[in-house]
C-alpha cells in the first residue's frame, strides 16, 4: 500500500501538464473521453471507452481483472430541464440505485458563503433554502425515479463529535430517511444541535458508504457528498507533501473503486476548488474512475433560467453514473461482497437544544469554561489558541498567521498583525 500511496502522493502533487500526461499514458488513455465537457461537443462524440487501470504500477497486483475496452454512449448534455436528464440516464442503462448522502459540518461554512450567500453560513436555516438545501433538493429530484425503496441514509462528518475520523446518522437508530423531504426535516432539525469544527477529510463518509455496500451484497450505490472546501492541508504540512486528512481522502476514494460505489462530491460555498479538481482528475491506480466533482455555486450563478440550472447541475453531478454503472459490472464487482470493508459503527445526531440545556445546567461552571474554549480556538487548525489579531479584528493563531496574506474570515487583506497575550 505504501507503493501505491506514493504514486498517489506524487500524481496529486505534481500533476502533470495535459500533453505530457497523454504521451506518457499511451495506449491506456487513447480511447479516454475528452475531460472538457462542452454543451456543443457532446452530441458529436461517439462513445466512451473504460479502460482499467490496475497496471498502473506493480503494487496493484491484486487487480487482476481483464482490461476493459467497450464503448458506452454519452449522455449529451444540452438539457432544458430535469426531466430530461432522468430520461437520458435511464437510456444510457441506469435501471436502479441506492441513494447516500454526506453533509459537511466543518466550521469553514460559517465564512465560505461571504460572496455566494450574502455573508451568512452555508447553513443558516431560515424561510429561503441555503445552498445545501438546493442541492439536496435537485439530487432528489433527479434520483427518485431510479431509487425503488426511497430509503437514504445520511451522515454528516466534521462538527464537533466527529471531526476527521467518524461520522453521525440523521437518525439514532441509523435507520435511512424515508425520501427527500424527510431528509430536508432531518437536517433541519439537526443544524440547530451541532456545533461545526474539523478538520476536513471525506475519508469517513467514503467508508461509511463502502460499508453499506458491502452488507447489501455488493449493490450499486451512489454517494453524494455536499462540502463547502476542500480537504484540509494544515500549515505545517510541507510543499510536495500530503496532509494526513489527504492522504487518508485519496486512499478511500482508491480503495472505493474496488466497490460498485459512485462518488460524487458537489461544492458550496465560495471555494476555493482547486484541489478538488485535482482529485477528481489525477487520482491514479483505482479499479475505475469513479469520483466526480462539481461546482455548485458556478452552476447556480450561470446566466440561464432557474430550470436550466437545476437541469445543469442535476447532468454534471450524474452524466458520469452510466460509465460507472456499467464499469462495475464489467469488473464483476456488483453483487459481490470482499468480506474487506471497515465496519463503521455511526454515532448517534446531536442531542436536542432542550436536552442540552438541561444539562447544562447542571453543569454550568464546566459549561462555562467550555463555551471560553471555544471561543479562545483557533478557527483554522482548531488547535491551538487565538494569540493574534489582524487590522480587520478577525483573529486566529500565530502558527496559521505566518502563512495568511488575506484574512480567513473577510478576506481583507493583512495590513497589521498584533499578538495577543493571555493573562
Known amino acids: 500500500m505504501g507503493g501505491v500511496m506514493s504514486y498517489v502522493k506524487e500524481a496529486f502533487v505534481h500533476p502533470l501538464r495535459r500533453e505530457d500526461r497523454q504521451m506518457q499514458s499511451g495506449r491506456q488513455r487513447r480511447n479516454r473521453r475528452p475531460e472538457r465537457r462542452s454543451l456543443d461537443m457532446a452530441e458529436d462524440l461517439p462513445g466512451r471507452s473504460f479502460v482499467h487501470q490496475a497496471s498502473l504500477g506493480h503494487e496493484n497486483k491484486r487487480f487482476r481483472k481483464p482490461q476493459i475496452t467497450k464503448k458506452y454512449p454519452y449522455v449529451p448534455d444540452h438539457f432544458t430541464s430535469l426531466h430530461q436528464v432522468t430520461n437520458a440516464l435511464r437510456q444510457s442503462g441506469l435501471e436502479s440505485s441506492n441513494l447516500l448522502l454526506g453533509i459537511d459540518f466543518t466550521k469553514s461554512n460559517e465564512w465560505t458563503g461571504r460572496r455566494s450567500f450574502h455573508g451568512r453560513s452555508l447553513h443558516a436555516i431560515s424561510e429561503e433554502l441555503n445552498p445545501y438545501e438546493q442541492a439536496i433538493t435537485i439530487i432528489g429530484k433527479a434520483l427518485a425515479p431510479f431509487d425503488e425503496d426511497n430509503l437514504i441514509p445520511c451522515f454528516g462528518f466534521g462538527d464537533a463529535t466527529t471531526h476527521d475520523e467518524e461520522v453521525?446518522?440523521?437518525?439514532?437508530?441509523?435507520?435511512?430517511?424515508?425520501?427527500?423531504?424527510e431528509v430536508l426535516n432531518c437536517y433541519r432539525r439537526i443544524v440547530p444541535n451541532l456545533r461545526l469544527s474539523g478538520p476536513t477529510s471525506f475519508a469517513p463518509i467514503i467508508e461509511a458508504a463502502v460499508d453499506i455496500v458491502e452488507k447489501s451484497g455488493g449493490q450499486y450505490h451512489i454517494l453524494v457528498i455536499i462540502a463547502d472546501g476542500q480537504v484540509t492541508r494544515s500549515v505545517d504540512t510541507e510543499m510536495g507533501?500530503?496532509?494526513?486528512?489527504?492522504?487518508?481522502?485519496?486512499?478511500?476514494?482508491?480503495?472505493?473503486?474496488?466497490?460498485?460505489?459512485?462518488?460524487?462530491?458537489?461544492?458550496?460555498?465560495?471555494?476555493?476548488?482547486?484541489?478538488?479538481?485535482?482529485?477528481?482528475?489525477?487520482?491514479?491506480?483505482?479499479?475505475?474512475?469513479?469520483?466526480?466533482?462539481?461546482?455548485?455555486?458556478?452552476?447556480?450563478?450561470?446566466n440561464s433560467s432557474p430550470e436550466e440550472k437545476e437541469a445543469s447541475f442535476a447532468l454534471a453531478a450524474l452524466m458520469e453514473v452510466p460509465f460507472q454503472y456499467k464499469a462495475s459490472m464489467e469488473l464483476d464487482i456488483l453483487g459481490h461482497v470482499t468480506g474487506k470493508a471497515k465496519r463503521v459503527n455511526p454515532r448517534p445526531p446531536p442531542i436536542p437544544f432542550t436536552q442540552r440545556q438541561h444539562s447544562l445546567t447542571q453543569t454550568n461552571d464546566l459549561s462555562q469554561s467550555s463555551i471560553g474554549d471555544q471561543n479562545k480556538t483557533c478557527p483554522i487548525c482548531l488547535t491551538n489558541d487565538k494569540d493574534m489579531a489582524f487590522g480587520c479584528g478577525h483573529m486566529c493563531c500565530r502558527e496559521c498567521a505566518e502563512n495568511l496574506t488575506i484574512c480567513h474570515i473577510c478576506r481583507a487583506t493583512i495590513r497589521s498583525r498584533i499578538r495577543l497575550y493571555s493573562g
Open 241 to 302: 507533501d500530503l496532509s494526513t486528512q489527504e492522504r487518508k481522502t485519496i486512499g478511500s476514494i482508491v480503495m472505493a473503486s474496488s466497490y460498485p460505489l459512485s462518488i460524487v462530491l458537489v461544492g458550496v460555498g465560495d471555494g476555493p476548488w482547486e484541489d478538488m479538481k485535482k482529485f477528481d482528475d489525477r487520482i491514479p491506480s483505482r479499479d475505475f474512475d469513479n469520483f466526480q466533482f462539481v461546482n455548485f455555486t458556478s452552476i447556480m450563478e450561470s
Open 168 to 181: 453521525f446518522s440523521f437518525h439514532h437508530d441509523q435507520s435511512p430517511c424515508h425520501g427527500f423531504e
